[in-house]
């Protein structure tokens, strides 16, 4: 959920870290080094994969999906070769600029032409957004609700600075997890399980601080277990994604190897990756059936640097340099995808916050920032302009190329 306006705090917490030796707050026992892969929570097997690991689980997951789906179509008495085309969604992180993906797929419905999805992925507040896009429409008044309605107490209470020396995090989610829990309810698990087993897949990415490793969570195989625990599972990995380490305390997730208990520290996907399609080992070739994909890819940011001009103070000199990487990192995210769909013939489809954009945000979560941007991206949906075929640079270098070919 990392935002350009939380970058002072992590700064503030870098600085600290450095000076401060205090005792931390207890936790149980990390997975060992080399049992990360074998760890297993809730004993679901196919419950997560690592990003940056051996592709083949993942692949058979995506394998049997497939197989699932054709067993619904011909349940249905409708041919399963070739398989109908395939539409894929990622979500990005960008805290309450997810106001804008909300508003996106909200006026994308009222088109009539949002597709429905095979897999979405979601990061950070992109998490947050990927299970109400995953399950279609009737989700949609509720995430109009939750991007403008949202303000900083329904996410976080501030703590004195000490906690930052302390404790964990200087901000305690409390309240965030409580939203998460009115929203991620039984009843959208159990939709997502039986969505599932139709052969679509919902992914979404955090980060394994104790490895630090990309976690992918197969949602809808933690549904599909009826595992007592499942839920609780569920809306800890909401969280986890939407933790920023240091500014909100992370998540620990319970898991068992051998029948020995362990935990890992999870935090906000986009400390490693702020989107994802899926990892670049994957071959989708290797898959047992072929079709025409496309790939819509939000990006809850803008693209564009954004001027600023910077004290000589040490905590303004930090915040900057730390936005700049995080600027740079969504960028890259988005040239990442757009170079492995050229990879893997898969049309791409970009969408971003644009320049045009111009309410200023008072506060973070500030409501009338995030309805402004929330109209804003419902308006570039139903004007049919939110798609852009490569991201911002790449397509002026790929114009300029054809210019100089035409010459």
């Not at 950070?124 to 990927?130: D, F, K, R, V, Y």
């Not at 299970?131 to 509720?142: E, I, K, Q, R």
């Not at 839920?231 to 898991?255: E, H, T, W, Y």
């Not at 973070?364 to 309805?371: K, P, T």
Request: proline share 8%.
């Amino acid at each position: 959920m990392i935002s350009r306006r939380l970058v002072p705090l992590f700064a503030l917490v870098i600085g600290l870290a450095v000076v401060t030796g205090c005792a931390a707050p207890p936790r149980g026992p990390a997975v060992p080094a080399a049992d990360t892969v074998r760890a297993q929570p809730l004993g679901i097997p196919n419950a997560r994969f690592f990003a940056d690991g051996d592709p083949a689980p993942m692949l058979a997951e995506l394998a049997q999906a497939v197989d699932r789906e054709q067993a619904v179509l011909r349940a249905a008495g409708q041919p399963t070769a070739p398989l109908p085309p395939a539409s894929f969604l990622a979500l990005s992180g960008g805290a309450d600029n997810g106001a804008f993906g909300a508003g996106l797929i909200n006026g994308w419905t009222t088109t009539g032409t949002r597709p429905p999805f095979r897999i979405v992925t979601g990061v950070s507040t992109g998490a947050l957004i990927a299970p109400f896009a995953f399950l279609g429409p009737d989700y949609d008044p509720a995430l109009r609700d939750i991007y403008t309605s949202m303000s900083p107490d329904r996410v976080f209470l501030r703590r004195w600075l000490t906690a930052a020396l302390f404790g964990e995090a200087l901000a305690d989610t409390a309240p965030l997890a409580e939203t998460i829990s009115q929203y991620a309810d039984q009843k959208m698990l159990d939709a997502i399980a039986d969505e599932y087993r139709k052969g679509r897949l919902l992914l979404i990415g955090t980060t394994d601080l104790d490895a630090q490793r990309p976690a992918i969570w197969n949602i809808g195989a933690i549904a599909a277990s009826r595992h007592p625990q499942s839920l609780k599972l569920f809306r800890n990995i909401l969280l986890a994604s939407a933790s920023i380490p240091g500014a909100f305390q992370p998540v620990l997730l319970d898991v068992e190897i051998d029948g020995a208990r362990f935990q890992e520290m999870h935090v906000d996907g986009g400390a490693i990756a702020q989107l994802f399609l899926y990892p670049g080992s994957i071959d989708p070739s290797l898959l047992p059936a072929r079709r025409a994909q496309t790939a819509y890819i939000i990006r809850n940011a803008r693209l564009d640097p954004e001027h600023a001009e910077i004290e000589r103070r040490t905590l303004s000199i930090a915040g900057r340099a730390i936005s700049t990487m995080l600027q740079a990192s969504g960028y890259n995210d988005v040239v990442r995808a757009y170079f492995l769909t050229k990879r893997d013939g898969i049309d791409y489809n970009l969408a971003y916050i644009g320049a045009d954009f111009k309410v200023p945000r008072a506060a973070l979560f500030d409501q009338a920032y995030m309805r402004a941007l929330f109209d804003y991206g419902y308006a570039q949906a139903v004007n049919g302009r939110p798609w852009h075929k490569a991201p911002p640079g790449l397509h002026t270098a790929r114009s300029n190329r054809q210019a100089v070919a035409d010459d």
